[in-house]
């Protein structure tokens, strides 16, 4: 599998754990082993790679320069609280306190696909994105990415 499709919505327990959906465990590639890496995303949200889509990603930030200081910082935000998690006999992944927090989420959660990754909202905030966001600026954002040069697909 080379990227994620769907979107599910999950319900975090009291200890901050949640239900892997049938529908995400079906695309994770045995490559991974069962073994994930959740970290910040961009949007206040948190990503979670199959562990075989994080090695790459990790590999090239670990070959950046230490002596630029943009480097750094990309590197102290983007992995600050990146943790390994395995999903337990019963298929949740226990989300780090501190992750939960950073995402402000406490109960009702939403998991989307998003490419090689799948991010993990909190239900409202997610909603909230996509009321805030109309359909004339998702074209707008379409013909920016997706319309010109190397981008110039057909969807």
């Not at 499709?5 to 009291?14: R, V, W």
């Not at 990146?82 to 019963?90: G, H, K, M, R, Y």
């Not at 950073?102 to 991010?119: G, P, Q, R």
Request: hydrophobic share 40%.
């Amino acid at each position: 599998m080379t990227g994620f499709l769907g979107e599910y919505e999950a319900t975090l327990d009291a200890k901050g754990r949640f239900l892997l959906p049938a529908g995400f465990k079906k695309q994770v590639s045995e490559a991974a082993g069962g073994q994930f890496v959740i970290n910040r995303g961009f949007e206040k949200c948190l990503s979670l790679y199959p562990m075989n889509e994080w090695q790459p990603i990790f590999e090239r930030i670990s070959k950046l320069n230490d002596f630029d200081p943009k480097v750094r910082e990309f590197r102290r935000y983007f992995l600050n609280g990146a943790t390994i998690l395995e999903l337990d006999s019963a298929g949740r992944l226990l989300v780090p306190k501190n992750l939960l927090s950073y995402a402000n989420m406490e109960k009702d959660i939403v998991l989307a696909a998003a490419s090689n990754k799948i991010e993990i909202w909190d239900k409202g905030k997610y909603q909230e994105f996509f009321e805030n966001f109309s359909p004339g600026a998702f074209s707008d954002l379409a013909q920016q990415v997706m319309g010109g040069g190397d981008n110039n697909i057909s969807i």
